[in-house]
Structures are given as C-alpha cells and as structure tokens.
C-alpha cells in the first residue's frame, strides 16, 4: 500500500528525491516518516511530517540538507536529499501512523503501522 521509489546511486555531494506513494487507501490522514537501514545497522529515524503538513522533523544527521513534504491530491509523500554523503547509504523507508500522543512518537519506528518496501540508496565518494 506504500511503493516507495526514487533510490540509486549518485556521487557524494549529489541529490535524489525519494516518492512514497499510497495506494488502496488515502494516508492522508496519517503521520508519514522516513526511516532507513544501513547494512549491519538499526533502522533509524530520517525525517516526519504531521497529517496536516504543519510540523516537519529531522534527524541531527539529516537536518539543513533533506526536506520532507507531501502532495494530498497524489496522496504521496517526497524526501528531497541533498548534499548526499558516503553515510546516507541506506535502505530507505517510508511509513505511515498514528495518531500520536506526543511529539517524540514521530521518531520511533514502532509507532508507525505501515511500511513501504525500501528503496536502496547509495552514496559514493
């Protein structure tokens, strides 16, 4: 219900947009995150954005150089990655929740109900 796309391989300082597009129903109401996974590693919180758009949320790692957003008519959620470096290699996943009690839930993976499938992005140097 959540097709993730948008990964490959681009050179360190380059730029990718990852989609997450729904489908069988509307996640127009739900919280949506980005979460990715590097070999050997945890899964690890990248970037959320609230049901309404309002409230965006970045990892440290991340922040000043991906941007999340999302486009209610094409029920689809954007991580705009710029300025890649060799450490955003990951599998990146997209995932919908909620409702959440508390800002720190955007950032925990188990407060979300629905995963995409991954898309592999990789940052060469």
């Known amino acids: 219900q959540l097709q993730a796309s948008g990964g490959g391989l681009v050179q360190a300082g380059g730029s990718l947009r990852l989609s997450c597009a729904a489908s069988?129903?509307?996640?127009?109401?739900?919280?949506m995150g980005w979460f990715r996974q590097a070999p050997g590693k945890e899964r690890e919180f990248a970037a959320a954005i609230s049901r309404t758009g309002d409230s965006t949320f970045y990892a440290d790692s991340v922040k000043g150089r991906f941007t999340i957003s999302r486009d209610y008519a094409k029920n689809t959620v954007y991580l705009q990655m710029n300025s890649l470096k060799p450490e955003d290699t990951a599998v990146y996943y997209c995932?919908?929740?909620?409702?959440?009690?508390?800002?720190?839930?955007?950032?925990?993976?188990?407060?979300?109900?629905?995963w995409g499938q991954g898309t592999l992005v990789t940052v060469s140097s």
């Open positions: 069988g129903r509307t996640f127009n109401n739900y919280h």
């Open positions: 995932a919908a929740g909620g409702p959440f009690g508390s800002t720190n839930s955007y950032y925990y993976p188990g407060r979300y109900g629905y």
